[in-house]
């Protein structure tokens, strides 16, 4: 019997594994140069504010998306639990609960992108 690997949205996961030889970065100011740095102060209002005066916004992804959160699940708590309604209910605020989760990861992976970038030592 196979055995399907989706999580709570429904949606299948892969995983890969893959060598590639490690590479350095070119310097930001090129050779013979002082290295470019900078420093990373994480907090609550700003999400992290650097040493250059930048300050990167804390964009909240839950509080935009609670209203429609709290819709579902109260539409969740009206179905008839383990019935095939509950069952496509649940899915829906799976679906919810992901895209705040992929929100906020792929703010998260832009900012450390970009950071790494224009930044030789952090």
Same mark, same amino acid.
């Given at each position: 019997?196979?055995? =399907? =690997?989706?999580?709570a949205a429904?949606?299948?996961?892969?995983?890969?594994?893959?060598?590639?030889?490690a590479?350095?970065l070119?310097?930001?100011?090129?050779?013979?140069?002082?290295l470019?740095?900078?420093?990373?102060?994480?907090?609550?209002?700003?999400l992290a504010?650097?040493?250059?005066g930048?300050?990167a916004?804390?964009?909240?992804w839950?509080?935009?998306?609670?209203?429609?959160?709290?819709?579902?699940?109260?539409?969740?708590?009206?179905?008839?639990?383990?019935?095939?309604?509950?069952?496509?209910?649940?899915?829906?605020v799976?679906?919810v609960?992901?895209r705040i989760?992929?929100r906020?990861k792929d703010?998260?992976?832009?900012?450390?992108t970009?950071? @790494?970038?224009?930044?030789? @030592?952090?």
């Amino acid at each position: 019997m196979r055995e =399907r =690997r989706l999580n709570a949205a429904g949606q299948y996961h892969v995983c890969f594994v893959c060598t590639e030889e490690a590479h350095l970065l070119p310097r930001i100011n090129g050779e013979g140069v002082d290295l470019e740095f900078v420093r990373v102060d994480l907090g609550i209002e700003s999400l992290a504010v650097l040493s250059t005066g930048e300050k990167a916004g804390n964009p909240r992804w839950f509080e935009s998306e609670q209203e429609r959160l709290r819709r579902e699940q109260q539409k969740l708590s009206r179905k008839e639990k383990g019935s095939n309604n509950w069952e496509r209910q649940r899915k829906r605020v799976a679906k919810v609960h992901q895209r705040i989760q992929d929100r906020r990861k792929d703010f998260i992976e832009k900012l450390t992108t970009r950071l @790494v970038e224009n930044f030789d @030592v952090i």
